[in-house]
């Protein structure tokens, strides 16, 4: 994959420069050694991404892309994770992305291999099951309620403001439009889930194009 400004070296130095900037706690030397040791699993995960997204260049990783930066920062903070035990490093770049992106996406949570992202501002992801091929935009939230997790399926577009909260299930296919809450209920395969009266949820069938907007095939 191409590096867009960059070669492998420079993007390890930027990438312990910028850590140095926003958490100036002096252990760049540390930090910028074990991004060094797990950039290439990080980057071959963000290849796969960034080849499956319709809208970016394949094969190109541009570090100005704010939504690719985001992506890359938590594949590099959970592959080092999985990879070392190591937490330093990993909650230096979770908090990295709070403070660039705007996203709060621990570095434990099992992203999918392919996943889009619109806009990363306000979005909040917590431990839960995400399918592939997930679209989120803005504003997004999916939270937990003490034991009870939520299932979010494969092919699942999350538009601005639409939470996902709780025993919810969103099963392959589903589209969330703009302010939906699912909280403890299901959201069935294929449909358009729309807000009703009283708190209630309405469904019709989803584009069955819609996906192409975001993924190649």
């Known amino acids: 994959m191409k590096l867009i400004d960059h070669t492998r070296s420079s993007l390890v130095d930027y990438t312990a420069a910028q850590c140095a900037n926003l958490i100036p706690d002096g252990r760049t030397e540390a930090f910028r050694d074990i991004v060094d040791a797990h950039l290439d699993e990080a980057l071959e995960r963000l290849h796969r991404c960034i080849n499956a997204c319709a809208p970016w260049r394949p094969d190109q990783f541009n570090y100005l892309q704010s939504s690719q930066y985001c992506i890359y920062l938590y594949y590099l903070a959970n592959t080092i994770w999985r990879r070392s035990g190591d937490t330093g490093a990993p909650t230096r770049l979770f908090l990295m992305n709070k403070a660039l992106n705007g996203i709060d996406l621990f570095y434990e949570i099992a992203m999918p291999e392919e996943f889009y992202i619109g806009h990363s501002v306000g979005i909040v992801l917590a431990k839960a099951t995400y399918g592939n091929r997930l679209v989120l935009y803005q504003n997004v939230n999916v939270g937990r309620h003490l034991s009870d997790i939520p299932v979010i399926g494969d092919?699942?577009?999350?538009?601005?403001?639409?939470?996902?909260?709780?025993?919810?299930?969103?099963?392959?296919?589903?589209?969330?439009?703009?302010?939906?809450?699912?909280?403890?209920?299901?959201?069935?395969?294929?449909?358009?889930v729309f807000a009703a009266e009283r708190g209630e949820l309405a469904f019709r069938p989803a584009p069955a194009d819609l996906l192409k907007q975001y993924f190649r095939d």
């Open 155 to 192: 092919r699942v577009v999350l538009y601005p403001d639409s939470s996902v909260v709780g025993r919810a299930v969103i099963e392959d296919g589903a589209v969330l439009s703009q302010g939906v809450r699912v909280i403890n209920r299901t959201a069935p395969a294929g449909s358009m």
